[in-house]
């Protein structure tokens, strides 16, 4: 549906200019959103590659192991049926989140959702587990929630921090408003 509502809006829009006299303004406010999309870009791949890279260092020391420890009886509660590598994945999964790393969260959340469909009884329907993590996904406890904050400095905000808090508050209840209402819904299908 967007394929067809985008060019419609893109080719009105040209229309409009052409027929209103405004097709420079139109031409500059082009080149100028493209050199704001190219900052915008390596803001985030710069601060992308400084925490993915900090996400490798921190997989081959011992600091993911006491954090995949600290975790574990939240993790062991919220995923009761993850194999040891299924919930290894779900921790950097959930650790790379918590730092507001989406990009890095990624690869170790596609490896636990093949983890987990490797245990999973029937291959058709997502298992509890599985529809446990991409709740867990969806909503994304964030502590550091680096890139709002990298868009906000490429927008030379005045203060790009300024929404940590808000994000603390959002992130937290959305992931307990998931949580328990994935453990309702399991519950209750399980009561069936």
Known sequence: MLNYIWPIIIILSFSYSIFSGNIEKVNNSIFSSLESAVNLSMTLIGTMCLWCGLMEIIKHTSIMKKLTKILRPLLKWLFPDASKEAMENISINTISNILGLGNAATPAGIKAMQDLQETNENKKRLSDSM?????????????????????????????????????WISTIIGTTVGIISTKILISRSKNK
């Open 131 to 167: 529809m446990m993590l991409i709740v867990l996904n969806t909503t994304s406890l964030q502590i550091i929630p680096t890139t709002v904050i990298a868009i906000r400095t490429s927008l030379k905000s005045a203060s790009p921090t300024n929404i940590i808090i808000p994000i």
